[in-house]
């Protein structure tokens, strides 16, 4: 049977699992129902039931997105956009195709915070880090070895169709053809690489602060406005690190700042779209949980070892 607290009672109430003798936990403060079977709190359990799900899904959509996604530019024309105004004078929106999947991760990253916390989502963001850096190694090492004359660019390695850029001239191997173009998709030079992965870290240690701070400011109400605002300002800084530092001085500064704008409004403006989602998985997850975690005294540097200060 449920039972009513006063807003006294709640005030020093003490977190489920926490030691005998434990001070009150501040974030019980902001427990709008205590029948609903969500408890807040500031003091996260030992274990959750769905973090390490929803840690695979994050860095899952991460490395798709990165190899999937980010070797395609492509394109979106908008009639109704104004003749000659930037970033698109003529209407036509120039963006990298992995924007349209990556900010799923960005939803994710914002329920990591939301659900388990800061710390959870530190840690999560360091494995990310860590995939991302093995992805960059692996694609060089395999870019890197010779390619066999008979790879026709067959899935099976070699007995499928030439490449239709080599049938003009028989002379030169398909793996030769083969290797130039596995080399556009997967060859990043350096400067793209140390930049995707100094964004990513940078972008999402702040987008998970700002969502963090946002939640015990606005005690827990308005989902909305921490998952877009935190990634306003978490996309500006990935956006804002990875175009200059991997396109500076290759492409004009016109086109740098072109595509910066309109890939970071373009994550906005998914986030926005995505919030009901958001609001479905976060009810979800909150109830499945039993908890609902503030960061009142957590230790917010990137380089914790605990969640507390």
């Known amino acids: 049977m449920g039972i009513a607290l006063t807003r006294s009672a709640m005030e020093n109430t003490v977190s489920p699992g926490a030691p005998l003798g434990a001070s009150p936990d501040p974030a019980a ?17 030992v274990t959750f039931r769905y973090y390490d ?69 530190r840690r999560v963001i360091w494995v990310g880090t860590a995939a991302m850096i093995f992805l960059a190694f692996m694609s060089y090492v395999v870019t890197a070895l010779p390619p066999f004359d008979g790879w026709e660019c067959a899935a099976s390695g070699f007995g499928g169709p030439r490449p239709v850029t080599s049938t003009a001239n028989t002379a030169i191997p398909g793996g030769a053809i ?35 701070k946002m939640k015990v400011l606005t005690k827990g109400r308005a989902l909305w406005t921490r998952t877009i605002g935190s990634t306003f300002v978490g996309q500006g800084v ?38 009901p989602v958001t609001y479905v998985v976060v ?16 230790d917010f540097s990137p380089f914790g070892s605990t969640g507390r200060a």
């Open 29 to 45: 403060a902001f427990d709008r129902d205590p029948t609903d079977g969500i408890v807040a709190t500031s003091r996260p359990p």
């Open 238 to 275: 990935d956006s804002l690190i990875f175009y200059p530092v991997a396109f500076y001085g290759i492409w004009t500064t016109e086109a740098v700042l072109t595509v910066m704008v309109t890939n970071w409004a373009l994550k906005v403006v998914w986030e926005a779209v995505l919030t």
């Open 53 to 121: 799900l929803v840690m695979a899904a994050f860095v899952a959509i991460l490395l798709l997105s990165n190899i999937i996604g980010a070797a395609k530019l492509t394109y979106a024309s908008v009639p109704f956009w104004p003749q000659g105004w930037w970033p698109a004078p003529d209407g036509t929106f120039i963006y990298g195709a992995g924007i349209l999947f990556f900010p799923l991760g960005y939803v994710i990253g914002d329920v990591l915070t939301e659900i388990y916390g800061f710390a959870k989502a």
């Open 283 to 298: 009810g979800k997850l909150k109830a499945a949980e039993g908890v609902d975690l503030y960061d009142i005294d957590t």
């Open 178 to 212: 083969c290797q130039s173009t596995y080399e556009s998709v997967f060859g990043s030079t350096w400067r793209i690489v140390v930049a995707s992965i100094t964004a990513f870290w940078a972008g999402e240690f702040v987008n998970s602060f700002v969502m963090a």
